[in-house]
């Protein structure tokens, strides 16, 4: 076959491959099952209101203290809650999502990334998409979905403490994959998959990797964001080894350039990805909203457990967040992230300034493309954490000692995190100033 009919040969066979979900199951998710009741509700949500309904336990509304509501919005417009709409804010709701909301999101996600599943059928791995309390809820749900005692599991550590929260007491064994400024390094993964045998990973019993996480902009620590080629690169080894991506991407509305970059979900033809979005960077982190998308057949499970433990994201904090999306509109929204990305490549270059003045000699750091992260390596100090648990505080500058961020926290960690998000740019000088100091002294 020449290269160009050997291309389109394995163009198809991808295309055609149907990915088995239940071989990446835990036993816990294999069990869960729908609660009746959560589907009644769900039910009775999509019925006319002429429906009389004696089937759910759901409370009384009219019993409840509050009336109504007018969130005043920075713009001047406001945001109503009517005595209808606060007893819908008040009552339970749907596991997956007020459906407005849903409707939008999912809007929003096949203008950003266009997902090639989006047209495939719910057993495929049609995109769907269900509401979470942040992105938190939505990862620590994906990883207990997915990971099993004893499971190899591929990250880029130094990573974001949260996630290691959420896989390490899986009893797993997380894989580091060697990462740089540009995010985890196709390379170095290939070598690390040489171990296994492509054709192992359908074995049962198999220890071949069956889920990889990332943080694919402006990383939490490291500000690292992955090139579209990379991420192509990973999404190959990911169809070879038929393992599944967890694409945490948080900062991906903070990206300091466009255009932004194409995601994994973008490329995801085979419906092997799981990307949590989150709107806590952008429009609040404390309403805890956050998003899931991916193949039908996890999402489903996701929301078998959200049935089961929290039962939904909070109706109020959904609909407040709902009414000013369908108020913005898609363009509205985007116009606000603009103004919101110029607020942080301020901060950004004031931090990189900053330490061009005051950190030159003593330390080493890359501009970060997106988040609010600088990843900061101390010259000559071997591990931080001392350093800014104990000297750190006698000067009044507090930063994050990278050890937390390593999968083994006690190991020792020459980096730092500094954020630039709430300080401004005379306190980050300032704060600088001192770590300078501190450092000096140090050495
Ligand atoms: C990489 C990463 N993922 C997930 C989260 C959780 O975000 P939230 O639950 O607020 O959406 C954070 C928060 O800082 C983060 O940095």
Redesign the pocket.
């Known amino acids: 076959m020449d290269s160009k009919i050997c291309k389109i040969f394995f163009f198809y066979k991808r295309l055609l491959r149907n990915m088995n979900y239940s071989r990446f199951l835990t036993a816990v998710s294999m069990a869960r099952r729908p609660s009746p009741i959560r589907i009644l509700t769900e039910l009775q949500q999509r019925s006319p209101p002429s429906l009389i309904s004696l089937a759910g336990g759901a409370p009384n509304p009219n019993t409840f203290p509050f009336h109504s509501a007018t969130i005043q919005m920075k713009n001047g417009e406001t945001v109503l809650f009517d005595e209808t709409m606060m007893k819908r804010a008040l009552q339970y709701s749907g596991s997956s999502g007020i459906p407005e909301l849903v409707s939008w999101m999912k809007l929003l996600q096949m203008r950003l990334h266009d997902p090639p599943t989006a047209a495939y059928s719910p057993e495929r791995g049609q995109m769907e998409l269900c509401v979470t309390t942040?992105?938190?809820?939505g990862?620590c749900k994906v990883f207990e979905m997915l990971v099993s005692p004893g499971d190899n599991v591929l990250l880029d550590a130094p990573t974001?403490s949260?996630?290691l929260a959420a896989v390490q007491p899986l009893g797993c064994n997380i894989i580091n994959v060697p990462s740089d400024q540009y995010g985890m390094i196709p390379d170095a993964l290939r070598d690390i998959l040489a171990r296994w045998d492509p054709a192992d990973e359908q074995k049962p019993g198999s220890s071949v990797p069956r889920v990889l996480y990332t943080?694919p902009n402006g990383?939490?620590p490291t500000g690292a964001s992955m090139t579209a080629e990379r991420k192509q690169k990973v999404y190959e080894l990911a169809q070879n080894y038929d393992f599944l991506i967890i694409e945490?991407d948080?900062?991906y509305f903070l990206q300091f350039q466009k255009p932004w970059a194409p995601t994994f979900l973008s490329m995801d033809v085979d419906g092997r990805v799981i990307r949590?979005d989150?709107?806590?960077k952008i429009l609040s982190?404390g309403l805890?909203i956050?998003f899931v998308t991916g193949p039908k057949p996890l999402v489903d499970r996701l929301v078998l457990h959200i049935q089961a433990s929290t039962m939904h994201t909070s109706t109020f904090t959904q609909l407040m967040v709902s009414q000013l999306l369908q108020v913005w509109g898609q363009e509205g929204f985007l116009k606000h992230i603009d103004s919101v990305v110029e607020f942080y490549r301020a901060q950004r270059d004031a931090m990189l300034s900053s330490a061009d003045k005051w950190l030159k000699d003593v330390a080493e750091w890359h501009a970060p493309a997106a988040g609010m992260f600088l990843w900061i390596k101390l010259k000559g100090i071997k591990d931080t954490q001392k350093l800014i648990m104990e000297k750190a505080l006698e000067k009044e500058v507090l930063l994050v000692p990278g050890g937390v961020f390593q999968i083994h926290s006690s190991e020792a960690c020459p980096y730092v995190r500094a954020a630039f998000s709430l300080s401004t740019p005379q306190q980050i000088d300032e704060a600088f100033k001192r770590l300078s100091t501190l450092i000096k002294e140090a050495l």
């Open positions: 942040g992105s938190q809820e990862l974001y949260g996630t943080i990383g939490n945490d948080p900062y949590t989150s709107f806590s982190s805890r956050g």
